[in-house]
Each structure stands twice: as structure tokens, then as C-alpha cells.
Nanobody, 125 residues
Framework: QVQLVESGGGLVQAGGSLRLSCLASGRTFSNYAMGWFRQAPGKEREFVGVITGSGGNARYADAVTGRFTISRDNTKNTVYLQMNSLKPEDTAVYYC??????????????????WGQGTQVTVSS
């Protein structure tokens, strides 16, 4: 069982930056591929990005490529989402998720067994 807790959300102006954190419980954090998803009001939850268990590779949705970066520190059981050049359309609740299979690159939320409670990111124009 893995418990995930996100933090770092808030209100930021367009063009600004935020860094989200996701702290995981458990001793096998490095075995999990970690994904970030987001859900805007009235929309379905969508894939943002994913990072391998080792942190050596990451994949991103087209909408955030070049602006968002995922990293992780397995010594701290934490995965990060650095968001730069934020746009109003990035406004959403952001969730981290863990894929216990460790398979890299999964973009479907059905592939992730564990989820955090989400953190709100609001980008004003």
C-alpha cells in the first residue's frame, strides 16, 4: 500500500512558476513509476507526465512539453513537478499517482493504482 500526499499548489500569474511535490509512504518507492495528472473544472482527468522509478527518463503530454519537468528524489520518497511559463489553461487540480508495475510511459489513469488527494493550481491571466 502506498499513500501519496501532494503539496505546493496555489495561485500564480500567467508566466509564473510553481513546483508541486508528492510525498509517498512505503519503502519501495523506487519501484514505482510516478505519474502526474490534472483535472480542470468540467473536464476529464488528463495525463501530464510520468517518470521512471530510477528517475532516468520522463515523458510528457504535448500540452506541457518544454514547460513542465518531472523529477524525483528516491531518498526522500518524493516526486516533483516543476511548472514554468504557466498559462491560464493549466488551471486544474493536480494529482500524483503511482504505478506499481513500474512500467514506464503509461498515460492512462487506469494504469495507476495509488492516487493522492490532489492540489489546486490556479493561473490568473
Amino acid at each position: 500500500q502506498v499513500q501519496l500526499v501532494e503539496s505546493g499548489g496555489g495561485l500564480v500569474q500567467a508566466g509564473g512558476s510553481l513546483r508541486l511535490s508528492c510525498l509517498a509512504s512505503g519503502r519501495t518507492f523506487s519501484n514505482y513509476a510516478m505519474g502526474w495528472f490534472r483535472q480542470a473544472p468540467g473536464k476529464e482527468r488528463e495525463f501530464v507526465g510520468v517518470i521512471t522509478g530510477s528517475g532516468g527518463n520522463a515523458r510528457y503530454a504535448d500540452a506541457v512539453t518544454g514547460r513542465f519537468t518531472i523529477s524525483r528524489d528516491n531518498t526522500k520518497n518524493t516526486v516533483y513537478l516543476q511548472m514554468n511559463s504557466l498559462k491560464p489553461e493549466d488551471t486544474a487540480v493536480y494529482y500524483c499517482a503511482a504505478d506499481r508495475s513500474g512500467t514506464f510511459g503509461r498515460t492512462s489513469q487506469r494504469s495507476y493504482e495509488y492516487w493522492g488527494q490532489g492540489t489546486q493550481v490556479t493561473v490568473s491571466s
